[in-house]
């Protein structure tokens, strides 16, 4: 699950802003891996799981899988911020974190990350599998040097393409149980990439600003905000289209397809809203109800799956 995050997932968390006082040491490192981001990256990942293995599976695989994930993601998230010290000082909703505040070095911070991630590559090939490993050092990779060193700076698509990496969460997950892929992570994979820029340009338009200040080329930042909800209209539908299709593909029941229907119309209504007023709160509604649907949409996945198959 490396650079999973997102994103890092461009999977993304609200930061607040400098502390009056510097948090313990611990904490501060803790801070660097984005643990709000990573908690998103493990919603991928079980229910994933319970799919693959038509069950729930080792209560031991699940717990390895997830010790992996999260130090992959953690070592990807500190990278990233190692690399946007430069601009997080720059924005109001990054200028809390530790490289910016002074409380973890640039060589720490640096030698942190790829001690996490050479743990969670051993890890995960010694207590998983050796493809569920490669995936997330892959993961890690696109998300450093394809969205945080090329893209995030130099293209309104960085969010797009830079998705990509925290959607495989859901690939490391299939392949720790069944040491292998196939379509239905195919479909979750395609999910997750698409829910991204929605998600995360909701975040973008409340925060146009800060992107302005730091010369980053989010979309809200160099479009208007009309063509910016214009287009979270239209990877809503798409999103809420694959939610729909990987139903007969993981030969889901009648629980998945009532989530998937409810919650992608939520979803559209509210993307709707903002096409129609483009404004900051309604955006940061559409970015909360953005976690909260990937939430109960996996959730529902795991229970149809639960309630079909049994433990």
Not at 168 to 194: E, H, Q, R, Y
Request: hydrophobic share 55%; with cysteine; net charge positive.
């Amino acid at each position: 699950m490396g650079g999973l995050a997102s994103a890092a997932l461009p999977l993304c968390s609200v930061t607040a802003s400098a502390p009056t006082k510097q948090r313990p040491r611990p904490l501060a490192f803790i801070a660097l891996t984005k643990p709000r981001i990573i908690e998103l990256l493990l919603i991928l990942t079980v229910p994933t799981m319970v799919v693959a293995e038509g069950g729930v599976p080792s209560l031991w695989l699940m717990v390895a899988t997830v010790v992996g994930g999260t130090l992959a993601a953690g070592g990807a998230n500190t990278f990233n911020m190692y690399i946007d010290r430069d601009i997080d000082r720059l924005m109001e909703r990054t200028k809390g974190r530790p490289l910016v505040t002074g409380e973890v070095t640039p060589r720490e911070a640096l030698i942190f990350a790829f001690a996490v991630e050479i743990i969670s590559f051993v890890w995960l090939w010694g207590f998983v599998n050796l493809l569920s490993a490669v995936l997330a050092v892959s993961a890690t990779l696109f998300y450093v040097f394809v969205y945080t060193m090329w893209l995030k700076r130099t293209s309104s698509s960085n969010i797009v393409i830079g998705g990509a990496a925290g959607a495989v969460p859901v690939l490391v997950g299939w392949s720790a149980v069944t040491n292998g892929l196939d379509w239905p992570p195919v479909i979750l994979f395609a999910i997750i990439f698409v829910w991204t820029p929605p998600h995360f340009w909701a975040l973008a338009i409340r925060y146009k600003d800060d992107y302005q200040a730091a010369d980053v080329p989010m979309l809200p930042a160099v479009a208007s905000l009309k063509t910016t909800a214009t287009r979270i209209v239209l990877y809503t539908i798409v999103l809420w289209v694959l939610t729909l299709v990987f139903g007969p593909v993981a030969n889901m029941g009648i629980t998945y397809y009532v989530a998937a229907i409810v919650l992608g119309a939520v979803f559209t209504g509210l993307a709707v809203q903002v096409f129609r007023r483009p404004e900051p709160a309604l955006a940061m509604r559409l970015f909360g109800w953005s976690i909260t649907y990937v939430t109960l949409l996996f959730g529902a996945m795991a229970a149809d799956e639960i309630i079909r198959n049994g433990f």
